[in-house]
T-cell receptor, first 111, second 111 residues
Framework: QKEVEQNSGPLSVPEGAIASLNCTYSDRGSQSFFWYRQYSGKSPELIMSIYSNGDKEDGRFTAQLNKASQYVSLLIRDSQPSDSATYLC???????????FGKGTRLHILP | SQTIHQWPATLVQPVGSPLSLECTVEGTSNPNLYWYRQAAGRGLQLLFY??????ISSEVPQNLSASRPQDRQFILSSKKLLLSDSGFYLC??????????FGSGTRLTVV
């Protein structure tokens, strides 16, 4: 069974520090990888996508992909209280568009 | 630009009553459409997905059903709700092997 694993947290990070969120996936042939942010009571919002090994930066966010280790991470630099949310890792194992979601990591930025 | 609409935002229904949740997408054609449920403290569970009008695939057998009467309309239904049907229902769409865009969700409480 194809799985996406995340530490449920909560992960507490001081304001201004770097938050590091990690995710592993089981299907070695996975093609596409996504990070979603979900505020309490709201729907998930796509914040990063990554398709090839290495780093992808967008503002304060950096997604890292290592297909050999089947590992995806999200770094948030200069963490702000508004970054406090649940972060969902999602993987598309093939090209049929059915994404598998992890259960999410709760991130709490301490003011 | 593409937008996704989902309603109602909240719903309180008695056990045994019917259910109809609607989702529409604007600004695109032939989207892949998805219904997810997120129970309290749990991950996203894929319920149904559709790649075209009248084409519905069910991921989890249960007392829910889905229909796609028009290209950009996706409906989730039940004839008789159970207490276990309570949750946060999310509609999503994608136009290719990219991340999903979610609607704002419906918070369903079955009492």
């Amino acid at each position: 069974q194809k799985e996406v694993e995340q530490n449920s947290g909560p992960l507490s990070v001081p304001e201004g520090a770097i938050a590091s969120l990690n995710c592993t996936y089981s299907d070695r042939g996975s093609q596409s990888f996504f990070w979603y942010r979900q505020y309490s009571g709201k729907s998930p919002e796509l914040i990063m996508s990554i398709y090839s090994n290495g780093d992808k930066e967008d503002g304060r966010f950096t997604a890292q992909l290592n297909k050999a280790s089947q590992y995806v991470s999200l770094l948030i630099r200069d963490s702000q209280p508004s970054d406090s949310a649940t972060y969902l890792c999602a993987v598309n194992p093939n090209r049929d568009d059915k994404i598998i979601f992890g259960k999410g990591t709760r991130l709490h930025i301490l003011p | 630009s593409q937008t996704i609409h989902q309603w109602p935002a909240t719903l309180v229904q008695p056990v045994g009553s019917p259910l109809s949740l609607e989702c529409t997408v604007e600004g695109t054609s032939n989207p892949n459409l998805y219904w997810y449920r997120q129970a309290a403290g749990r991950g996203l569970q894929l319920l149904f997905y559709s790649v075209g009008i009248g084409q519905i695939s069910s991921e989890v057998p249960q007392n829910l059903s889905a229909s796609r009467p028009q290209d950009r309309q996706f409906i989730l239904s039940s004839k008789k709700l159970l207490l276990s049907d309570s949750g946060f229902y999310l509609c999503a769409w994608t136009g290719g092997p990219y991340g999903y865009t979610f609607g704002s969700g419906t918070r369903l409480t079955v009492v």
